[in-house]
């Protein structure tokens, strides 16, 4: 995934946020409802975003199968190059096997 995933806010951190505000807002003076309208609907839209990027992701990753792809795995600095074999789209990132290894898709550098 190109996004650092360390230094951006996901959907749980926004969630926290917005339950943080309406356990300390001032019972004297509620927030608004148009603002707490205006709050889901971010949410909702951040959700969606992450959904069609994820989906992106994985059409990408399978658009790969049968092609030559080569580059550097992240955990070894190892040198890789071969066939994609196969898509498993079941982590956070999907991945592919070459040469009967998981290589996720931010560790491919050249596609042939």
Do not use: C, H, W
Not at 46 to 68: M, V
């Amino acid at each position: 995934m190109p996004v650092d995933a360390v230094n951006s806010l996901g959907k749980m951190d926004f969630l926290n946020l917005l339950a943080t505000q309406l356990r300390n807002q001032n019972p004297m003076s509620p927030t608004d409802n148009t603002a707490f309208v205006a709050q889901l609907a971010q949410f909702s839209a951040l959700e969606a975003s992450q959904n069609t990027n994820t989906s992106i992701e994985k059409s990408r990753a399978a658009a790969l199968i049968g092609k030559t792809v080569s580059g550097v795995l992240s955990s070894s600095q190892t040198v890789f190059a071969g066939i994609v074999e196969s898509v498993d789209v079941s982590g956070s990132e999907p991945a592919v096997y070459v040469n009967s290894q998981k290589v996720k898709l931010s560790e491919i550098l050249f596609i042939k």
